[in-house]
């Protein structure tokens, strides 16, 4: 199994790219999921405020600050890395490919490139949503990969056709 992770921030195409790799693999016949970090912070704001689930009303400074809760104050650094782990293991057993399409701290990158042995890290450049406040953009998770040099492949987006051309190219060299 081939688990990519998919980085940058909000609003950069990271959900864009998951679903070109995902498209790409579809092509060659082999199965291929996408998932997020998020998705338990999410379920978790479903059930603690009366939000609706769609990306347009996303409470982004409650998701944050409710992730730093769980991380920080509940001392659980490790709880999403934790939970995608076990999650692998039941992705293992019905996929070829497994696309985390949401990482945003080192540690994420760094656990997971030690524990999964075909692992390949994708770092999205482009223009960042102008739909956060300025404490939002100011979030670790906004701000800890900026000086990162530890991926395997940075690509821009600015442009769609020019991103699938790039991520295809990523794709044809991963093996």
């Not at 909000?10 to 082999?30: F, R």
């Not at 998701?63 to 490790?78: A, C, F, H, N």
Request: with cysteine; aromatic share 14%.
């Amino acid at each position: 199994m081939r688990v990519f992770l998919i980085s940058g921030k909000a609003g950069v195409g990271k959900n864009e790219v998951a679903k070109l790799i995902k498209e790409y693999y579809n092509e060659k016949e082999m199965s291929t999921v996408i998932t997020s970090f998020s998705k338990y912070l999410k379920m978790y704001a479903r059930e603690m405020t009366d939000w609706d689930g769609k990306e347009e009303t996303k409470p982004r400074h409650f998701l944050q600050t409710l992730g730093s809760v769980i991380r920080e104050d509940m001392k659980w650094p490790y709880f999403f890395i934790d939970r995608m782990f076990k999650d692998l293991e039941i992705y293992d057993r019905y996929f070829d490919n497994v696309v985390i399409s949401d990482v945003r701290l080192i540690e994420e990158i760094r656990m997971f490139k030690l524990e999964v042995e075909n692992c390949i890290s994708i770092h999205v450049i482009g223009n960042q949503s102008d739909k956060l406040t300025i404490e939002e953009r100011n979030h670790i998770t906004e701000v800890e990969l900026d000086n990162y040099k530890g991926f395997d492949y940075v690509i821009e987006n600015y442009d769609y056709s020019k991103l699938k051309s790039s991520v295809y190219k990523i794709l044809g060299e991963v093996k």
